[in-house]
């Protein structure tokens, strides 16, 4: 898990699932941007989507808000690769997201 410094571009559909401990959560998908400075001065950006997993309750508008507001966060996000039929697929997971005090 690495953490980064970024922010929310987009916030997808949200898909609602029961765990094995029967508790409802709801999974959703963001569009992350991460600035930098390439090192002939300009300004450029990563782009990429993961998937972060909540309990169903209001946590969801917090993440909204922070995307409407452009508001940079602390993003906790991990990447793990898989082989499905012969294709080798990478999942994004957001584990965790901090706002940041500016």
């Known amino acids: 898990m690495i953490r980064i410094k970024g922010f929310i571009k987009a916030v997808g559909q949200t898909r609602d699932w029961t765990d094995r401990n029967g508790e409802q959560r709801q999974s959703v998908n963001l569009l992350l941007t991460f600035p930098y400075v390439a090192k002939d001065g300009r300004e450029l950006c990563d ?3 993961g998937e972060m997993t909540l ?3 209001k946590s969801l508008e917090g993440i909204k808000k922070a995307c409407e507001g452009h508001e940079k966060c602390e993003i906790h996000v991990g990447f793990n690769l898989s082989d499905w039929n ?3 697929i ?3 997971r957001v584990y965790n997201l901090t706002r ?3």
Request: hydrophobic share 40%; aromatic share 0%; charged share 35%.
């Open 47 to 49: 782009e990429m989507i």
């Open 90 to 92: 990478q999942n994004i």
């Open 100 to 102: 940041l005090m500016m």
């Open 86 to 88: 012969g294709r080798k």
């Open 55 to 57: 309990p169903k309750d």
